[in-house]
């Protein structure tokens, strides 16, 4: 299926441009608010000045992956752990607009994308061609709202709440409506800060306008996926304020048609581990980190181990 990156571009200038407006009247009411009945904004030096706190609490985030080679395995091929084969050498990219409404408080936009690199991939035991359901895609836009970390004495669990917009072209297909992320991390209190430790989980729900496709066309009829469950335990050490070794391990489960709001569920994707090295530059402060990592699924073999490379930016 061909993709129209213009369309997905153009949507999601429009919700970027749509999270800046309601940025800036938040930021406009905040500061009519504090003023006296009888004053208003008007000159440039007051104007500015709200415009400044706005950019100065607005940020800009990208996040790139590439998933290279396998330890085992055909040159210009890596292992897909979300087709469960192999493909072709892949990035991902991850892009989000947070504007921190106070210390505790933020919301923003976000947009993922995935391009794949080289010829489709052939299954060397079977012979058949692997060509990637969506070679270039863009996934649904995001709206996301980061709520206050909860403090305990074991540690602190933080919280992402998202709206999930049927932006791409498999959604709409599929008829989707809508999506609802819950997003949770739980950093436990360590006696150094050098060792970080803790859990990640993410509930997401997918609502479609039918859960279950009829049988037509001689197709038996398909329960399509509306519930995801994943977490797992990372850990990370911070050698000092320039390297760091961080690793996690992921499981996930699923429910598909009439399961959902059920108590019974799928095993999703293979069980996976991962461990990476970063560099944290001080001199570029729009570079977060650099690192290299290599993932492979808990259920071991070396065609299924893979390497790649990351980095992170912030404006």
């Given amino acids: 299926m061909k993709i129209k990156k213009s369309n997905f571009v153009s949507q999601f200038l429009i919700i970027i441009l749509a999270g800046l407006v309601l940025s800036f009247m938040l930021q406009f009411a905040q500061a009519q608010s504090t003023l006296p009945l009888n004053q208003t904004i008007e000159t440039d030096v007051e104007y500015s000045s709200w415009t400044d706190r706005i950019l100065k609490r607005t940020t800009l985030n990208y996040y790139h992956q590439l998933l290279g080679p396998t330890l085992a395995g055909t040159g210009g091929e890596t292992y897909n752990v979300f087709q469960e084969s192999r493909s072709p050498y892949q990035s991902f990219h991850a892009a989000n607009i947070r504007y921190q409404l106070s210390n505790e408080w933020a919301f923003g936009v976000s947009l993922a994308a ?20 969506v070679r270039d895609e863009f996934f649904n836009a995001r709206v996301f709202i980061a709520t206050p970390g909860l403090k305990t004495r074991p540690g602190t669990l933080f919280t992402t709440l998202s709206y999930e917009a049927p932006t791409s072209v498999f959604s709409r297909t599929n008829g989707m409506q809508y999506g609802a992320v819950l997003a949770q991390s739980f950093a436990f209190n360590l006696p150094t800060y050098k060792l970080t430790a803790g859990l990640m989980w993410q509930y997401y729900r997918m609502v479609y306008g039918q859960n279950i496709v009829p049988p037509r066309n001689g197709y038996a009829s398909l329960a399509r996926q509306t519930v995801i469950v994943s977490g797992g335990p990372y850990i990370g050490y911070r050698v000092n304020d320039r390297w760091g070794v961080n690793s996690s391990l992921t499981f996930d489960w699923d429910q598909r048609g009439n399961q959902t709001a059920s108590g019974s569920f799928n095993n999703n994707l293979p069980d996976r581990a991962r461990l990476g090295v970063s560099y944290y530059p001080s001199k570029i402060k ?28 912030k404006f």
Avoid at 117 to 123: A, E, F, Q, S
Avoid at 286 to 312: C, H, M, R, W
């Fill in 114 to 133: 995935v391009n794949a690199y080289g010829d489709t991939v052939t299954n060397q035991q079977t012979g058949i061609k692997n060509d990637m359901p």
């Fill in 286 to 313: 729009q570079i977060a980190n650099v690192g290299l990592f290599t993932q492979t699924l808990i259920k071991y073999s070396p065609d299924t181990q893979a390497f790649g490379g990351e980095f992170a930016l």
